[in-house]
C-alpha cells in the first residue's frame, strides 16, 4: 500500500470523515427539533432552581446529558470499508458486501431521499431494512439502501464517493476491514 494509491482526504467532501481508515457519513443532526426542546427544558430547570427546588439540577444537566450519550452512542453512520458498506445504527450494524452490488444511484422514495443499490441478479434483497421496504413500495428499481437525506452533506456527493469505490477494487483495498 502506498501513500499514491490511498485516497486523499481532500478529493472527499467536508462532510465525510475519515475514521481510522474508513470513509464515514455521519448522520445530521436533527438540530431544529432538539434545540427548541433543550431549550424548554433548560427554561424549567432554572425556574425550579430559583423556586429553590433541587431537582432543578437534574432538570438543567438532563438535555446536556442527553445529547451528549445520544451523539455517542446512538448517531447513526455509513461507512465504506474493505469489504463493504456498513450501516451503524444502534444496537445493530448490517454489511452489504461491495461484491453483491451492481450498481448505486439516488432514488426518491416518498419523502425520502436514498441512496440505493441494486444487487447482482440472484442476490436476495435485504429482509429487514426501511429503505429497502420504502423503495418497493414506490416502484425503484433498486434492492435496498440507505437514507441519504438523514446523513450530513449532500446527497450527490455521497453517491460521487460511493460510486468511486464501487468502481475501483484498488481505492475499496486501501480501506481497513469491516469490524462490527
Do not use: H
Amino acid at each position: 500500500m502506498t501513500a499514491a494509491s490511498e485516497p486523499r482526504p481532500a478529493t472527499l467532501p467536508d462532510a465525510v470523515v475519515v475514521r481510522r481508515g474508513r470513509v464515514v457519513f455521519k448522520a445530521r443532526r436533527p438540530a431544529a427539533l432538539v434545540l427548541p426542546l433543550a431549550a424548554v427544558t433548560e427554561a424549567a430547570g432554572i425556574v425550579c432552581l430559583v423556586a429553590g427546588a433541587t431537582i432543578g439540577w437534574f432538570i438543567v444537566a438532563a438535555p446536556a446529558a442527553t445529547l451528549l450519550i445520544t451523539a455517542l452512542l446512538f448517531r447513526p453512520a455509513l461507512e465504506l470499508t474493505r469489504d463493504g458498506l456498513v450501516q451503524r445504527q444502534y444496537p445493530f450494524s448490517s454489511l452489504t458486501r461491495w461484491d453483491v452490488i451492481d450498481r448505486v444511484g439516488i432514488a426518491r422514495a416518498g419523502n425520502r431521499v436514498v441512496l440505493a443499490y441494486k444487487l447482482v441478479d440472484g442476490v436476495p434483497p435485504p429482509r429487514r431494512q426501511p429503505a429497502a421496504a420504502l423503495l418497493r413500495a414506490a416502484g425503484a428499481p433498486f434492492d435496498g439502501g440507505f437514507f441519504a437525506d438523514a446523513l450530513a452533506g449532500n446527497s450527490d456527493d455521497i453517491l460521487a464517493v460511493v460510486a468511486r469505490y464501487l468502481g475501483d477494487p484498488d481505492l475499496r483495498s486501501t480501506l481497513p476491514p469491516a469490524r462490527r
